[in-house]
């Protein structure tokens, strides 16, 4: 059963169990697959006690999901934020365990984190949190059992001293966490992964359904949310490529480009990079950028998606539900073709029903949506490729872990393509596009369930 007070993972949960309908009438069997997937193998929630820099006790919250190891050991983000509880942890494991299904690797589902806010702490507090916490989640985790890595909240540093804890606590160098640094066991492109996982994923959907819109045309409008790790190398792959980026976020508002100029440089990007890593706040970009003035407005307290006229590619890259059903219709009627989440479930229920109502009504106007647990495997996809590395005590070159994320890329596509055409319950004769949403839900339900079938998780 689902608790009341956990909406995030009762939206996920409803997500699938929907697109699943088809299927399931076709294959009353995997109900009962149904029933047992929903339930994590383990919920581990403990205290993490530390010490600030005045010397006061602090006290938080840690967890681990430990939700299906059917493929392989759990795998999946710490988020250190003080929005954490156990709802979104729910649902970001849950949705972890479909997403790495689909990149093809040998990866189970997990998350975890805490109620700790790494803003506004020295060097020093993070890192007598971050051993705190790994004292009591070292009980848990291990290279063959549960692997866990970056989120928000958690960045090289802060993998640094996990890792370090972990290191010292078990007195063993093992790769039991991903996201680490490239002279101890880390991976060529981590950092770009997601983002650039998002768009070798979307040039796939746009060869498909809006060829004019390629990402090598200028005229090409792509507005991205957030300004994180995530949409920064969205938005500089974007640019590589020679489309135009028009937006960018964070939770105190949106910076839009000025319309019919040239959109987000490089070096912008670059620069906004440098003053998140200060803690600042796109509100004051342009202190720190004085070349940008007069390209971009700053609009406080709103998101990107009601403030652009024109718009050809939608990317949430922020944080989950931060498209509403509004902020979809607005979209629509900017002239969004394609819509893929950089971040997990970035839409909201009604957002997706807007875009895929559009979908089925076909023409020229229709919007093809790719759910985050397809578009935003990248990054999860490279953490595994960082696994295999760590396992031969090897270590690829960036063209070639480049190379495998294109491959695992548009495979996962291929899947939800597939699969979406098969199973989604829908006459696509008359050429109206497949769902993805369908399709990733339901490949990513298929392999899981299969596999705890052979293993006797359900009969």
């Known amino acids: 059963m689902v608790a009341a007070a956990e909406p995030e993972f009762e939206q996920a949960r409803n997500e699938l169990t929907t697109s699943l309908g088809p299927f399931l009438e076709k294959n009353p069997a995997y109900r009962k697959a149904l029933a047992v997937v ?13 010490e600030d820099d005045k010397g006061q006790t602090q006290v938080n919250t840690g967890y681990r999901v430990q939700y299906n190891s059917a493929l392989g050991p759990y795998k999946g983000g710490l988020r250190l934020h003080p929005s954490v509880n156990l709802s979104i942890l729910k649902f970001l494991g849950f949705e972890q365990t479909f ?11 997990g998350k975890g984190g805490a109620d700790f806010d790494p803003k506004g702490k020295s060097d020093n507090e993070i890192r007598r949190f971050c051993t705190a916490f790994m004292g009591e989640l070292s009980r848990h985790i291990g290279q063959d059992t549960d692997v866990p890595a970056g989120d928000i909240g958690t960045g090289a540093r ?17 790769g039991v966490l991903t996201g680490k640094g490239l002279t101890w066991g880390g991976s060529f492109i981590r950092p770009e992964a997601t983002g650039y996982g998002v768009i070798y994923y979307v040039e796939h959907m746009i ?17 991205i949310s957030g300004s994180g790790n995530v949409a920064q190398f969205t938005a500089l792959k974007v640019i590589e490529l020679g489309a135009t980026v028009v937006s960018l976020s964070d939770s105190k508002g949106a910076l839009i480009a000025k319309e019919g100029g040239p959109g987000f440089s490089a070096e912008a990007v ?10 600042g706040s796109l509100e004051s970009f342009d202190a720190h950028f004085q070349a940008g003035a007069g390209e971009y407005t700053y609009h406080a307290g709103a998101r ?31 002239g969004v073709k394609i819509v893929a989440e950089g971040s997990n479930m970035g839409c909201t229920a009604g957002a997706i029903e807007v875009f895929e109502a559009s979908r089925r009504a076909g023409g020229d106007a229709a919007v093809w949506f790719a759910p985050g647990k397809a578009s935003n495997a990248g990054g999860v996809a490279v953490s595994g490729l960082e696994m295999a590395q760590n396992s031969q005590r090897l270590s690829w070159t960036h063209e070639e872990l480049d190379a495998k994320l294109k491959g695992i890329m548009t495979e996962c596509y291929k899947i939800c393509l597939d699969a979406g055409s098969k199973h989604s319950g829908e006459d696509l004769s008359t050429g109206v596009l497949p769902s993805l949403l369908s399709g990733a839900n339901v490949a990513g339900f298929i392999k899981v369930a299969d596999a705890m079938k052979a293993h006797g998780d359900w009969w």
Do not use: D
């Open 158 to 174: 802060e993998i640094g001293y996990l890792f370090g804890a972990y290191k010292k606590l078990k007195n063993e160098f093992v």
């Open 207 to 223: 060869a498909k359904a809006a060829p004019q819109y390629s990402l090598s045309n200028k005229s090409t409008l792509v507005a």
């Open 270 to 279: 670059r620069a906004i990079s440098q003053l998140k890593l200060q803690g």
């Open 304 to 334: 990107p998606w009601t403030l652009l006229q024109r718009v050809h590619i939608a990317l949430p890259g922020a944080t989950q539900n931060e498209v509403s059903k509004e902020e979809a219709e607005a979209l629509v009627a900017a």
């Open 38 to 50: 929903q339930i994590p193998e383990r919920v581990v929630q403990f205290r993490v006690v530390w």
């Open 99 to 109: 997403k790495n299904a689909l990149t093809g690797l040998s990866m189970g589902g």
